[in-house]
């Protein structure tokens, strides 16, 4: 894949992700802030982004979003445990609610 094509990608990729959480955080933003793993800070900014800034950060060449499963447990967790889905999901929200919500600041 070339430069070009990757930065493409990167750039649906963010638009597509900042679409999603601007959608999230103005329909329910207690649940948003929780399953998106931003700050209310961050929360607040994104809802107040015009489609104009939207689309100049989505082509920042930077991905915006954060890939939060750095705990082994948890992604093994999500996708090993063949049991009982709803409870594994359920245990992982348990311990992803417990790590500290990243500052972008």
Same mark, same amino acid.
């Given at each position: 894949?070339?430069? /070009? =094509?990757?930065?493409? /990608?990167?750039?649906? #990729? ?13 329909? &329910?933003?207690?649940?948003?802030? +929780?399953?998106?793993? $931003?700050?209310? &800070? #961050?929360? %607040?900014? $994104? =809802?107040? @982004?015009?489609?104009?800034? $939207? ?8 991905? #915006?979003?954060?890939?939060? +499963?750095? %705990?082994?447990? #948890? ?8 049991? &009982? ?8 929200? $348990? @311990? ?10």
């Amino acid at each position: 894949m070339k430069l /070009e =094509e990757m930065l493409d /990608e990167m750039r649906d #990729v963010n638009l597509n992700y900042l679409m999603l959480a601007q959608s999230m955080i103005q329909h &329910d933003k207690a649940t948003a802030v +929780f399953r998106l793993g $931003i700050s209310q &800070d #961050v929360a %607040d900014l $994104i =809802e107040a @982004l015009t489609p104009a800034q $939207i689309l100049k950060l989505a082509a920042s060449g930077m991905m #915006v979003s954060r890939f939060r +499963f750095d %705990d082994g447990a #948890v992604l093994n967790m999500l996708t090993s445990y063949t049991k &009982d889905r709803a409870l594994a999901q359920s245990h992982a929200a $348990i @311990l992803m609610a417990g790590q500290a919500v990243e500052a972008f600041a």
